[in-house]
Every structure is written in structure tokens, then in C-alpha cells.
Nanobody, 122 residues
Framework: QVQLVESGGGLVQPGGSLRLSCTAS????????MGWFRQAPGKEREVVAQ???????NYAESVKGRFTISRDNAKNMLYLQMNSLKPEDTAVYYC????????????????WGQGTQVTVSS
């Protein structure tokens, strides 16, 4: 059973930054797409950012220009650098993988981890 462990969340003021990390218990070298999702209270889980094995990235419109996704295949790690955070970014953030180029909640490879809470508030 592959495990995904997210970390790096916390409480930050609007305009602040956080860097999320995701550790996979298996090699991610050959996985086509890795990505970050988030789920706010009362809302559906949504894709925030994704990155392919050739480092092609795609972002939700709401985070473009503020978030940067990256992956380190050698370390089996996925990252999300979040800058200029807004209160609407408050959510639990999860990572996952997909065999397709475009990742959705219905085509992820692995069971969801615990996620990491990000709270943006003054």
C-alpha cells in the first residue's frame, strides 16, 4: 500500500508564504502526473496544481502566479510553494498521482493521505 504523507501546513497571515511537502513511500520517477488538491469546509476537493514527469505544470486559475509546484523524483518528493496567500486558500491540502496527463479526483492512483491544514487568517 503506497502511502502519501503531506506536511508543511500551518497558520499564516494573508500575504504570507508556506511550502508544502509530500513524501511518497514508492518511487515517483515513472509516474506521469503528480499533483496537489485542496478541500475547504463544505466544498468539494479540487485540483490546485499538477506536474508531469517532464515537468509540464498546470495550475487552477485561482492560484496561478502565486503557487509553484515541483517534484524531486530522486527523493520521491512533491512540493508546493505558496506565496501571496489569501483567506480563500484555507483548506486541507492533499497530494496524489495519476497515470494520465490531466489529474482529477476520479483518476488518482493512491488512497488519500491525512492532508495538511493550511489556514490563512489575520
Amino acid at each position: 500500500q503506497v502511502q502519501l504523507v503531506e506536511s508543511g501546513g500551518g497558520l499564516v497571515q494573508p500575504g504570507g508564504s508556506l511550502r508544502l511537502s509530500c513524501t511518497a513511500s514508492t518511487s515517483i520517477f515513472s509516474i506521469r502526473t503528480m499533483g496537489w488538491f485542496r478541500q475547504a469546509p463544505g466544498k468539494e476537493r479540487e485540483v490546485v496544481a499538477q506536474i508531469t514527469s517532464v515537468s509540464t505544470t498546470n495550475y487552477a486559475e485561482s492560484v496561478k502566479g502565486r503557487f509553484t509546484i515541483s517534484r524531486d523524483n530522486a527523493k520521491n518528493m512533491l512540493y508546493l510553494q505558496m506565496n501571496s496567500l489569501k483567506p480563500e486558500d484555507t483548506a486541507v491540502y492533499y497530494c496524489n498521482a495519476a497515470l494520465r496527463t490531466t489529474m482529477t479526483t476520479s483518476n488518482v492512483l493512491y488512497s488519500w493521505g491525512q492532508g495538511t491544514q493550511v489556514t490563512v487568517s489575520s
